[in-house]
């Protein structure tokens, strides 16, 4: 089975930048969806963006745009998430989190699973 | 983006008691739709793909319904294992979007 491993703490300064990473053990995301959702202290899940490393590109929740960047390494087994222009409000848990793709006749996405395997969450602090 | 309002947003209910949650989508996502359980301190939980497909290893007391812009999740016999915070989530196009949530409490 595999698991999601992220990567520790991170206490940043404002207008710094966080890079997490996701790392798949026991498999890898080439053909999944991996997608980064965040939780601020005592406060919902938001969906931040995705990537399906073996099509390469990326989507990103409008909130977000031009601030986070999602990759993923060539072998697919670690997914990257990346935001700058870091901000108080941005202090939150990170949590990283694979879906399962049906393809469509086109080879394109066509159907997800849900978020079936979940990251342990990685805490980034904001202060300066 | 396609906005998701769950309700309640909190309810308190005894063990034994038969639980709803419903998610309204802002516009038709068909069975594009999962149901999240998440405890405090922890990753969240996938419970429902697809609207009433119930993930493996989930216990059989959960269940989902609905369809195009309105959802259910159903705990049919509350355990004290269920009290926690469920959310709902649309993958049915980019941005997805999470409910606001709602917080099973023990009366």
């Known amino acids: 089975q595999v698991q999601l491993v992220q990567s520790g703490a991170e206490v940043k300064k404002p207008g710094s930048s966080v890079k997490v990473s996701c790392k798949a053990s026991g498999g890898t995301l080439s053909s999944y969806a991996t997608n980064w959702v965040r939780q601020a202290p005592g406060q919902g899940l938001e969906w931040m963006g995705g990537i399906i490393p073996m099509f390469g590109t990326a989507n990103y929740a409008q909130k977000f745009q031009g601030r986070v960047t999602i990759t993923a390494d060539e072998s697919a087994t670690t997914v990257y998430m990346e935001l700058s222009s870091l901000r108080s409000e941005d202090t939150a848990v990170y949590y990283c989190?694979?879906?399962?793709?049906?393809?469509?006749?086109?080879?394109?996405?066509?159907?997800?699973?849900?978020?079936?395997?979940w990251g342990q969450g990685t805490t980034v602090t904001v202060s300066s | 983006a396609i906005q998701m309002t769950q309700s309640p947003s909190s309810l308190s209910a005894s063990v034994g008691d038969r639980v709803t949650i419903t998610c309204r989508a802002s516009q038709g996502i068909t069975n594009n739709l999962g149901w999240y359980q998440q405890k405090p301190g922890k990753a969240p939980q996938l419970l429902i793909y697809a609207a009433s497909s119930l993930q493996s290893g989930v216990p059989s007391r959960f269940s989902g319904s609905g369809s195009d812009t309105d959802f259910t999740l159903t705990i049919s016999s509350l355990q004290p294992e269920d009290f926690a915070t469920y959310y709902c989530?649309?993958?049915?196009?980019?941005?997805?979007?999470f409910g606001q949530g709602t917080k099973v409490e023990i009366k």
């Open positions: 989530l649309q993958d049915y196009n980019y941005p997805w979007t």
């Open positions: 989190a694979r879906s399962p793709i049906l393809l469509g006749p086109s080879n394109e996405p066509y159907y997800y699973y849900g978020m079936d395997v």
